[in-house]
């Protein structure tokens, strides 16, 4: 189900606080604006029946900025296809999304760019129409102006402009040339970024430029198919010409590296790295008064990574005390993030989640009261499975990582489901992640299954090693994985091995059909969402841009569609029509094969929905969930189960 509560942010000044709430069962988001001292006070609500609100931030202390999404049906075969003539004719059913500016009393909505004020892209319809543009600056030093990038076709690229949040006017800044990606700004809105792929040898080339010139220079050089990208996190506080980056530079878990692009025969400096997993990123606040008067940029507190759980190693002791004193005064076992801050922290937005917990938002007053804003789920922690991280070895000697969710009933040997996630470059982990995913072990969980979620090889954030090992593995080693994971879950006498099921979205879903059709075959069904059924289809439906081909070097393996034949379990399809990541005619062709061999399934359509989560409204999810949890009942013969407490 949608979370009750989405985001929570305060103003620049902190004196209002903007909450992203559900309205109800089967009803859009609207934001709740309070006055922050006083939030016993009824909150003025923005939003409107037919305007779903998909987030929301600042512009200034007087206007927000609201995102918002609509169905539409447009011309051509899929999203982001620009060039004429390519894909089948016809319209494809989408969503198209808006960024919007209102003031606190909800009147004078202005969309941004303001079309009037705009000459349009000749692919518009297609591209612009539905991607509404990417805020990319503050320009705090404008507080009635923000920098936005569109996004233009394959040959036209993406312009950036400076728009008024009051009345949309627009001011182009510089147009993106389509033969670069990676664009990146410094603290002033200036590109000082920028990468392109050499076409001869298949290098990937990071250019800079420094801070106040025009000259671009060749900064770092490395070959694609290692895929041992460099990824800028930022420039330096009052550095303009240092960065942070995250990079595997002479190691196998990526560190974060500090370069002084002005001294390029100097060695960087690595700044932190773990062993075992790759570092996520800086965290940056203000420590200095400089800073909470606004003549200093925040500066470095620490660094932010994931482990069994999303972890942040301090570095300064003001803001690891900080820390400790959030941790000590909620449950333990949390992970507590500040989630926002106004200046001189008088207040202090956290969001605390966990294993067991989806999601709470809590608002610290001068660093000393506490008090409860909102939670994302009505669900209670004491309500769901215990979950617990496990490390197995797959068939080849590798060592593997999983989560581990336990029903909350019930007695070992459980009927169990494999949940491989989606990507498939990404990952799981203890905590309850922002996607909303991780809502269905615990459903799974709260009716007697236990769940395992396998980081198979490939998975993302477990160093070079553990990705490269599933390049051009898909249904081969990576799929023995997630087989693997269920076999040591048996052997250790917690899965049941007459009663196993596997269930996975997008690549998941790919997994899912996977799981179909070997021999032999460890589960008795298989539940595909969104899944991928031929590798051919989504090569040729893949978004035609430049670098594809580059960044694609991981996928290749075994097409489910092209053995559909070897399905020897009953399935059940689940699949959005607006799916334009993996479009529904993945599960369609599929289906029509399963009729003509006569093989066993059911097929759930959910109208209106699309590949994301968040698209998926209270109809679709009750629609969903009845039909998977009845399936494993009475298709699967997982059962008996049990209902939430």
Known sequence: MRPIVRDVDLSPSGERLAVMRLLGRGENYAVDVYETDNMGERPYTLGAEHMDIVGVDWANDERLLIRTRQPVEVPGRRVAYNAAGVGAPGRVKTYAYKLLSVGLDGGAWVELPSKSNIARFASETVVQRLYSPAVVHRLPEEDDWVMIEWLGSDDVGTEVFRVNVNNGRSEPLFQFSSSYFGYGYDHDGDVRIRSYVTPNDNDIVIQFRLKGESEWNEWIRYDADERRSLAVLGFVPGEPNQVYVTWAKDRDTEGVFQYDLSRLDAEPELLFATDRYDAGGVVTACISQACVDGDEDPGLVGFYYVGDAPTTYYVDEEAAALQQSIDAALPAGTFNAIHDRATEDKYIVIHSMGPKEPGRY??????????????????????????????????????????????TSGEPPYPTVAHPHGGPQSRDSLHWNSSFWDEWPQLLATRGYAVLQPNFRGSTGFGYEYFAAGDRQWGLKMQDDVDDGIQYLIDQGIADPDRLAIFGWSYGGYSAFMGSLREPNLYRCAIPGAGVSSMELIAKEEWNYRFRDVFQMTRGGLSPLALVENVN????????????????????????????????????????????????????????????????????GLGPVSAIQ
């Open 569 to 636: 379990v009953p399935l059940l399809l689940v699949h959005g029509d607006r799916d334009l990541i993996v479009p529904i005619r993945h599960s369609d062709l599929f289906s029509l094969e399963l009729d003509r061999l006569d093989k066993p399934y059911k097929y759930v359509k959910l109208v209106d929905a699309a590949h994301t989560v968040d698209t998926l409204g209270f109809q679709h999810s009750l629609d969903f969930y009845e039909a998977m949890l009845g399936f494993l009942v009475n298709d699967c």
């Open 362 to 407: 809590y608002l610290l007053t001068d660093r000393t009261n506490l008090q409860l804003l909102a939670t994302a789920s009505a669900i209670e922690p004491g309500q769901l499975g215990e979950r617990q991280v496990v490390w197995y070895e797959a068939r080849d000697g590798m060592r593997l990582n999983a989560v581990l969710t336990l029903p």
